[in-house]
């Protein structure tokens, strides 16, 4: 242990951390795993958590040991019923976080994004506590680039359009430490594919859609595949078109052990949101990404191209993702393995492993002048 993480973590009994933001896996699960990694250094010190009231974040934090307060900001929109009722939702929201700053006084908080992080991150910096961020897209949202100013440090996992490069801290986005890793050269041989699909926590109409479609386009090929497939909702419709086609599969309308299905999975045909290709360039798995069309400035789709420039994924817009070309790239994998090889090398090149440690070491030099 260095010299500061050493005297950090002397002093960690006193200290309370708050990480704010949530609405999606995507902002809750790297906080998450960023969490763990400092209770595991430091057990004595406080976590909580300051999150949107969606179900996504009550059934993700319920499955661990930290404490959480709901945050009602909402985000703006411009229909008339909400413009009434949003300054209503930002009063609530000032008050919340006056309560929870007034019971836990925390000592850092750390914005995950979303809007629910824009009270904390603002109520912080007017007590002249340090505010820190994760960012995990290309393109910053709308909350950290609003908290920009006033954070000491962003982390992401690569430089970030509409941050000031000297906020940036490029050492990644924290991720799950129980992550399988998958050899590029286990896949010079294969013959027969395991595909996990999914579509983000909240699930993917587009992508169900989509491979429910070409699933009649396999029967030729059934006996080398199995889907385990990650559906949101319509879980009965999703099932039951791999029935009609006799194609193997798991259907789930959410999963928590993520690192299980990765270990059973070969491919992943997934979404391009930041936090899930923290996951994939760390496992070294081939993915298929569909970035999301409607995403706040077509961040996905800058994440997505930015695996596909470095040769680790292959990228199809909505447009173009069809039946044809799911089947196009199933057949080519299985007739040509080393393309999986070359993906899952490339992917293992860029992945960073290690953030959620490495980010809690560079917490530690701030931390150490409380």
Not at 143 to 155: D, E, G, R, V
Not at 199 to 209: A, H, K, Q
Request: with cysteine; proline share 5%.
């Amino acid at each position: 242990m260095t010299k500061s993480l050493k005297y950090l973590s002397d002093i960690m009994e006193k200290i309370t951390i708050l990480f704010a933001g949530g609405g999606t896996g995507g902002h809750t699960i790297p906080g998450i795993c960023l969490a763990n990694e400092l209770k595991r250094i430091y057990p004595q010190a406080e976590i909580i958590f300051f999150v949107p009231g969606k179900p996504i974040d009550k059934e993700i934090l319920a499955a661990t040991p930290y404490p959480y307060y709901i945050n009602s900001m909402t985000s703006f929109s411009h229909s008339l019923q909400a413009l009434c009722k949003f300054p209503f939702h930002c009063i609530r929201s000032l008050w919340q976080t006056h309560r929870l700053f007034k019971k836990h006084s925390p000592n850092l908080v750390i914005a995950l994004g979303g809007y629910a992080s824009l009270s904390a991150g603002y109520y912080g910096y007017w007590k002249n506590i340090p505010i820190f961020a994760l960012e995990s897209n290309k393109i910053a949202g709308k909350t950290i680039k609003a908290l920009a100013k006033i954070s000491t440090k962003i982390y992401t996992p690569w430089q970030v359009d509409g941050l000031p490069d000297n906020k940036i801290e490029a050492i990644g986005i924290p991720i799950r430490t129980d992550l399988p890793e998958k050899q590029p050269e286990d896949y010079h041989n294969k013959t027969n594919l395991t595909i996990l699909v999914m579509g983000g926590s909240l699930g993917s109409g587009c992508i169900n859609t989509t491979i429910c479609e070409t699933l009649p386009l396999l029967k030729d090929l059934a006996n080398k595949l199995h889907f385990i497939h990650l559906c949101g909702k319509n879980i009965e419709t999703v099932q039951q078109a791999y029935n009609d086609h006799q194609i193997s599969a798991t259907v789930l309308s959410f999963y928590h052990n993520m690192p299980e299905l990765y270990e059973k999975a070969d491919i992943v045909i997934a979404r391009a949101g930041g936090a899930s290709l923290a996951e994939i360039k760390s496992i070294g798995i081939p993915s298929i990404l569909i970035p999301w069309k409607n995403a706040a400035d077509e961040h996905q789709l800058h994440n997505a191209n930015e695996m596909k420039n470095k040769n680790a994924a292959i990228v199809y817009t909505e447009d173009i993702f069809t039946k044809e070309n799911v089947l196009h790239i199933i057949q080519e994998f299985l007739n040509t393995p080393s393309r999986m090889y070359v993906l899952s090398m490339n992917a293992k090149k860029i992945g960073q492993r290690n953030a959620a440690y490495d980010i809690a070491q560079n917490l530690a030099s701030y931390l150490s002048n409380l």
